[in-house]
């Protein structure tokens, strides 16, 4: 957790306004108001996270991004923040459109569904993985558009989305993916991180 | 009502022009005051009532006998700590707990206004209630904060005064007065002018009052303020003091019982005319109109940290007319966080013994205040 907050912190400049949807208890919230700005809202879609938030004296409003980023005017945000979330939207194309219409860069964070670990399970157990970035069971799981990073990379492309910058992480270790390394990086990072603008 | 009541009261010389074209001057605020006002005068809150509310919002309402209708949020050690805060409130002008209302008596005929007393509306309170900040000499309130009519002043207060609070909390309310929310009001002063005691508002130069209209007001209003649930849970169709039905007219069920007794305690505390009057005022309020139909624009100007919350089970301001507070708000930029409480207690959820609500309004109050403050260092 606290290496993809890190790198997120370092794609975000100084004193810019920052929205993350998705915001959860509010963790990243916390750490990028005390390391970059103070100017940060959040989305969120639980009731009792919201109410955690706001305990904490975060500005958060509780709503679902897939109907409610609409109200935000376009670009009115330097930096949006969509951690580890994609993947739970019953539409993720809409969600990542919305994103880009709200913020003037956004920032998206994969867990690595082409992760070895989790390739192993599938190919040798037989079974849906379970990983520790992964850790519901397929009956269970809030993960409706599980992707990989390439899916991902590949999904940028198609539509036209600049990738700014795309970092993969493997436990602590931070590397940069391009076009040559993107196969390597696909099999080898549980996570993927996305700096990208329409 | 007015007469016996030793409260604390201003007189306001400044000439305030009212919305229907009058203007009045020297008239009464009453207000009460809890806590202590910091050197810094930066711990003010100034808490604005609903609609049958008062100035007593915490300890004991002297009126009354009961405890301030804000007990649960307000008082020592409470979600808006009184040890921290000072707190204001005043009874809003059109009120009868000593502000300038119907029952107040015009000195030159020693009688009641009555329906001589002018139309109001909620800007006009807020206008009446800013002349008291005023004179407390308070530049710059930490938060204002109310529910139902309470959040409409919230936002008149926010849109008059933009510079003038820190914090806005406008809790399960609305911006615009709906057709239901009207055609309530206009059930309940029509139950009062229908009362041949009403006696086109001057009841008081006949030593009468409209108590059988009035109490039906409020039997109608009080079932606006709670859920179908909350009622079917608490009374279903329990009977009042016997085991089987009268084949009558009496109260049988429990649920005709409490709305009887909510009815005759709340005529005794209440004047008839007050209830025309400020029911009058909520149905005016419209503040998207006041900005030509775009809400967002009454807030254009506003530098203040918004938090906007609503009940779950509250259909009289329901969370769709929250949310349209909180889009126009989002749609200028401006500092708004928003939450649905949980709660199968209707309206009067805000007034009422909701744990995840006290908790979530007294951290998020605390926590800005020390954001605020730290800022300030």
């Not at chain 2, 300890?59 to 949020?73: A, M, R």
């Not at chain 2, 329906?115 to 204002?144: C, G, H, S, W």
Request: hydrophobic share 35%.
């Amino acid at each position: 957790m606290k290496e993809e907050f890190n790198i997120i912190s370092n794609l975000i400049e100084e004193n810019t306004r920052v929205l993350d949807v998705g915001c959860g208890n509010g963790d990243l919230m916390k750490f990028l108001q005390e390391n970059k700005t103070k100017d940060i809202r959040g989305l969120e879609i639980s009731k009792e996270k919201v109410q955690n938030c706001l305990s904490k004296g975060l500005t958060v409003i509780e709503g679902n991004a897939e109907s409610d980023l609409k109200q935000f005017p376009k670009s009115s945000f330097d930096y949006v923040i969509l951690s580890q979330t994609l993947q739970a939207f019953l539409n993720p194309e809409l969600v990542i459109n919305e994103l880009l219409k709200v913020g003037k860069k956004v920032i998206v964070t994969i867990p690595n569904f082409g992760y070895w670990r989790v390739r192993l399970q599938l190919l040798f157990k037989g079974t849906m993985p379970v990983t520790e970035n992964l850790p519901h069971e397929w009956y269970n799981t809030p993960n409706l558009h599980m992707c990989t990073i390439k899916d991902f990379y590949n999904f940028c492309s198609s539509k036209n989305i600049k990738i700014f910058k795309s970092i993969a992480l493997k436990k602590s270790r931070i590397s940069e993916i391009n076009k040559s390394n993107l196969d390597y990086k696909n099999l080898d990072s549980h996570l993927g991180i996305f700096l990208i603008e329409s | 009502m007015n007469k016996n009541i030793d409260t604390k009261k201003i007189i306001i010389s400044n000439p305030l022009k009212l919305d229907c074209g009058k203007e009045i001057n020297n008239f009464p605020i009453a207000y009460e005051t809890y806590g202590e006002l910091n050197s810094e005068k930066s711990n003010a809150i100034l808490v604005f009532h609903a609609l049958t509310g008062d100035q007593y919002v915490s300890g004991k309402n002297p009126i009354t006998n009961k405890d301030g209708w804000w007990s649960y949020v307000v008082g020592e050690n409470k979600p808006i700590d009184t040890n921290k805060f000072f707190v204001i409130c005043a009874n809003v002008i059109g009120g009868c707990m000593g502000s300038y209302g119907p029952s107040t008596i015009n000195e030159s005929t020693g009688k009641q206004i009555g329906t001589d007393f002018p139309i109001i509306t909620i800007n006009d309170m807020v206008n009446a209630q800013y002349e008291l900040i005023k004179y407390l000499e308070i530049e710059k309130l930490f938060a204002v904060v109310g529910g139902s009519m309470g959040g409409m002043q919230v936002l008149q207060f926010v849109t008059n005064f933009p510079d003038k609070a820190k914090l806005a909390i406008p809790i399960a309310c609305t911006s615009s007065h709906s057709a239901q929310n009207i055609a309530f009001n206009e059930l309940g002063r029509q139950a009062i002018m229908a009362d041949s005691k009403w006696e086109n508002g001057f009841y008081s130069n006949y030593k009468l009052n409209p108590d059988k209209g009035l109490a039906v007001a409020r039997m109608a209003a009080h079932i606006t303020y709670l859920s179908e649930k909350g009622l079917q849970e608490k009374f279903g169709r329990k009977l009042q003091d016997r085991d089987s039905l009268r084949y009558g007219f009496e109260a049988d069920f429990q649920i005709e019982s409490y709305l009887r007794y909510q009815g005759s305690v709340f005529v005794d505390r209440f004047d008839a005319n007050s209830y025309l009057y400020i029911t009058r005022a909520m149905d005016y309020f419209d503040l998207s109109k006041q900005y030509k139909g775009n809400l967002s624009d009454a807030f254009k100007e506003t530098k203040t940290k918004f938090f906007v919350i609503s009940f779950t089970s509250d259909w009289l301001y329901p969370t769709s007319e929250n949310r349209e507070i909180v889009i126009a708000l989002n749609s200028i930029g401006a500092d708004v966080g928003f939450v649905e409480i949980e709660s199968d207690k209707g309206h009067d959820s805000f007034l009422l013994d909701v744990p995840s609500f006290l908790k979530t309004l007294g951290d998020y109050i605390n926590s800005t205040y020390k954001v605020i403050n730290e800022r300030r260092i």
